[in-house]
T-cell receptor, first 113, second 113 residues
Framework: GEDVEQSLFLSVREGDSSVINCTYTDSSSTYLYWYKQEPGAGLQLLTYIFSNMDMKQDQRLTVLLNKKDKHLSLRIADTQTGDSAIYFCAESILSGGYNKLIFGAGTRLAVHP | DTEVTQTPKHLVMGMTNKKSLKCEQHMGHRAMYWYKQKAKKPPELMFVYSYEKLSINESVPSRFSPECPNSSLLNLHLHALQPEDSALYLC????????????FGPGTRLTVL
């Protein structure tokens, strides 16, 4: 079945690193995504990783993919108050001839001084 | 430019009203999507248009009627909605097929009285 799971809440101190974890079930996923959503706003694409990669780094963001365990993580270095938001993990899977996005429930990141 | 725009930002309507949501992108994307997002939940796919043709309807009630007049525009016509239809409606677009990364607009916050 199609299922993406994330922990619901993470609290970190400003300047520390944040690690948001995600597990997925469909081994045929092509791409895996991280989106950020601030209150009342749409989804902002943060980064994505192709399923045959195991790591991708983009400035403060590092994505790690363990395909064997179907585990994806997003590390945010030097977390700032502006990083406070909900972070959605999503997998892209083939369904009825179409690749659809399956989202996790979202992890709320709270950054405190 | 990876911008998807949506209007209006907020909409309040009664159950007997007819209204429309609009979405626009000028990135040359040929796939466009409507999602519904309830509070504290991930987005749920409603419709997919590919090359201005409806490709996917995720069993959405007929009181929601999508329209794609051209490759840059996507509308969602609303009629006889229920209070439980109140949500954030998100539009997204991707380059060509559904395998490509989806970029989201800021959403329309809809309240049905």
């Amino acid at each position: 079945g199609e299922d993406v799971e994330q922990s619901l809440f993470l609290s970190v101190r400003e300047g520390d690193s944040s690690v948001i974890n995600c597990t997925y079930t469909d081994s045929s996923s092509t791409y895996l995504y991280w989106y950020k959503q601030e209150p009342g706003a749409g989804l902002q694409l943060l980064t994505y990783i192709f399923s045959n990669m195991d790591m991708k780094q983009d400035q403060r963001l590092t994505v790690l993919l363990n395909k064997k365990d179907k585990h994806l993580s997003l590390r945010i270095a030097d977390t700032q108050t502006g990083d406070s938001a909900i972070y959605f993990c999503a997998e892209s899977i083939l369904s009825g001839g179409y690749n659809k996005l399956i989202f996790g429930a979202g992890t709320r990141l709270a950054v405190h001084p | 430019d990876t911008e998807v725009t949506q209007t209006p930002k907020h909409l309040v309507m009664g159950m007997t009203n007819k209204k429309s949501l609009k979405c626009e992108q000028h990135m040359g994307h040929r796939a466009m999507y409507w999602y519904k997002q309830k509070a504290k939940k991930p987005p749920e796919l409603m419709f997919v248009y590919s090359y201005e043709k409806l490709s996917i309807n995720e069993s959405v009630p007929s009181r929601f009627s999508p329209e794609c007049p051209n490759s840059s525009l996507l509308n969602l016509h609303l009629h006889a909605l229920q209070p439980e239809d109140s949500a954030l409606y998100l539009c997204a677009s991707s380059l060509a097929g559904s395998t490509d990364t989806q970029y989201f607009g800021p959403g329309t916050r809809l309240t049905v009285l």
